[in-house]
Structure formats: structure tokens, C-alpha cells
């Protein structure tokens, strides 16, 4: 059974600490790995991982997956109360018109003042 | 880009009547829409996949009969939950994905349930 595992499951830092948030998965056909972060209401998308080693970059946030040990993380520097949300990881298989997201339970981030 | 929208955002309905969800890609065409329902604290749980012009595909577990779903355009698609009973109270968020797209999912704001 395909299955997404996130961890920690909650995390609480202060404002300028730096996370590092872990999903790893096990997906037959496994085609990409993303990121989203939930605030209050729907996920936005944060990044798509295809490839091994290659890091995308948003601003503060960064991201690498690693296909050999099936793995990904999701790093924050210099966190901001901004930050604190749910984040998210899901894992597309490769399954043409049906493919879908399996999603993990995500982490729930709180940056204290 | 890639807007999805969502009405209403908040409804209360009562207990034995039938409630109608709206999603709509407001800038690109998607052929496939999906559904998730998510309780507190909790990830978000994929009901059904929605395909434009076909019959939804259902999850595992979820009534066919009791969540209806059509795709009737390649921008909207509708959910709705017959005969609502206090249980089906959640929050149901719809997703679409680009067409000719890879694999990024663009959520709606959401629908907050509330069944009395």
C-alpha cells in the first residue's frame, strides 16, 4: 500500500530558528514529490520534486529529494511567526489519467515570537 | 494563475437535506478535479477524482450515492451531499490540475460544512 510518512508531527521554534521537516514515502510508480503549506484554509503549493539532488529554492524555503532513499525535506531558515502552518508532503505515482496525490498527515509548525 | 474557487465557503445546513458544493478553475481548463474532506487537525483525505465529462471516481470507503459528483465542464465541478446528517460535518476542499499539466494539484479556499 502506497503511503507518505511525515515527521516530526508538530514542531514549536522561536522566530530566527531553522526547521528541517521530513516526508519520506513508499509509491509504486512514483513520479514526483510536493510540498504544500496549510494555513486556515486550502494547501498552497510550495514546491514539485522530480529529481534526485536538485534543491528548489523559494526565499527562505528549500527543498531536495532523494529517490534512492526515498526522502524528502522541506528547510526553513530564519523562521517567522508567517511560517506556522501545516506543511504537507504528497507523493504522485505515475498512473496516466488516474494518477493522484498521496498525502502524509503533514507537520504542524509553530514559530513563537 | 491557476485560480480555483470555491462556494459556498461556510454553510449550516440541517440534518436529511442536500447540500451543493461549487468548484471552479476560474483561469485554466482542468479535466480532472478532486475532492478531499479534512477533519481538524488532521491531513487531507482524497474522496473522489473527478473527470470532466465521465463518472467520478470514488475512494474506498465513500458513498457514491451519498457524495454526487459532476464534471459537467472542463472549469467546474460540483459536490453534493444528499441527505446530510451531522457526521458529514467537515471541511471539504476541492483541487483541479492543469490539463496539459504535470502533477501540482491547485486548491480551492474550502467549504466549511456544518450539519444541525
Known amino acids: 500500500e502506497d503511503k507518505v510518512v511525515q515527521s516530526p508531527l508538530s514542531l514549536v521554534v522561536h522566530e530566527g530558528d531553522t526547521v528541517t521537516l521530513n516526508c519520506s514515502y513508499e509509491v509504486t510508480n512514483f513520479r514526483s514529490l510536493l510540498w504544500y503549506k496549510q494555513e486556515k484554509k486550502a494547501p498552497t503549493f510550495l514546491f514539485m520534486l522530480?529529481?534526485s539532488g536538485i534543491e528548489k529554492k523559494s526565499g527562505r524555503l528549500s527543498s531536495i529529494l532523494d529517490k534512492k532513499e526515498l526522502f524528502s525535506i522541506l528547510n526553513i531558515t530564519a523562521t517567522q511567526t508567517g511560517d506556522s502552518a501545516i506543511y504537507l508532503c504528497a507523493a504522485a505515482n505515475n498512473a496516466g489519467n488516474n494518477r493522484k496525490l498521496i498525502w502524509g498527515l503533514g507537520t504542524s509548525l509553530a514559530v513563537n515570537p | 494563475g491557476a485560480v480555483v474557487s470555491q462556494h459556498p465557503s461556510r454553510v449550516i445546513c440541517k440534518s436529511g437535506t442536500s447540500v451543493k458544493i461549487e468548484c471552479r478553475s476560474l483561469d485554466f481548463q482542468a479535466t480532472t478535479m478532486f475532492w478531499y474532506r479534512q477533519f481538524p487537525k488532521k491531513s487531507l483525505m482524497l474522496m473522489a477524482t473527478?473527470?470532466?465529462?465521465?463518472?467520478?471516481?470514488?475512494e474506498q470507503g465513500v458513498e457514491k450515492d451519498k457524495f454526487l459528483i459532476n464534471h459537467a465542464s472542463l472549469t467546474l465541478s460540483t459536490l453534493t451531499v444528499t441527505s446530510a446528517h451531522p457526521e458529514d460535518s467537515s471541511f471539504y476542499i476541492c483541487s483541479a490540475r492543469l490539463t496539459s499539466g504535470p502533477y501540482e494539484q491547485y486548491f480551492g479556499p474550502g467549504t466549511r460544512l456544518t450539519v444541525t
Open positions: 473527478s473527470n470532466e465529462g465521465s463518472k467520478a471516481t470514488y
Open positions: 522530480t529529481s
